[in-house]
């Protein structure tokens, strides 16, 4: 059984940073792409970032380029969202997420697995 733990959400000032993790434990790393995602009070769940398999490719909603980076650690089975520069609007649920295809999708609908979310709060 595939499980996705995410972690490292919390409380920061806006322009403040934060790294979230995402464990995938049940099977290897290497068989997903991964994605984050995020979900305000309100709104739909909306695509943040994703990495290929390998780790090779990575993709950024245009709202965090520059600021936010995926990456990816096969060995270590875990996945990381660099988030700098945060703004309070950036306040959300962040979800982690795999998908058995090479390079994940931007649509929730279609990742297979889910982490339980961590919260992030960016006061203003």
């Known amino acids: 059984q595939v499980q996705l733990v995410d972690s490292g959400g919390g409380l920061v000032q806006a322009g403040g940073s934060l790294r979230l993790s995402c464990a995938l434990s049940?099977?290897?790393?290497?068989?997903?792409?991964m994605g984050w995602f995020r979900q305000a009070p309100g709104k739909e769940r909306e695509f943040v970032a994703r990495?290929?398999?390998?780790?090779?490719?990575?993709w950024h909603a245009d709202s965090v380029k520059g600021r936010f980076t995926i990456s990816r650690e096969n060995a270590n089975m875990t996945v990381y969202l660099r988030m700098n520069d945060l703004k309070p609007e950036e306040t959300a649920v962040y979800y982690c997420?795999?998908?058995?295809?090479?390079?994940?999708?931007?649509?929730?609908?279609?990742?297979?697995?889910w982490g339980k979310g961590t919260l992030v709060t960016v006061s203003s």
């Open positions: 997420a795999a998908d058995e295809s090479t390079y994940g999708s931007r649509q929730p609908e279609e990742m297979d697995y």
């Open positions: 049940g099977r290897t790393l290497t068989f997903y792409a």
């Open positions: 990495i290929s398999r390998s780790g090779v490719s990575t």
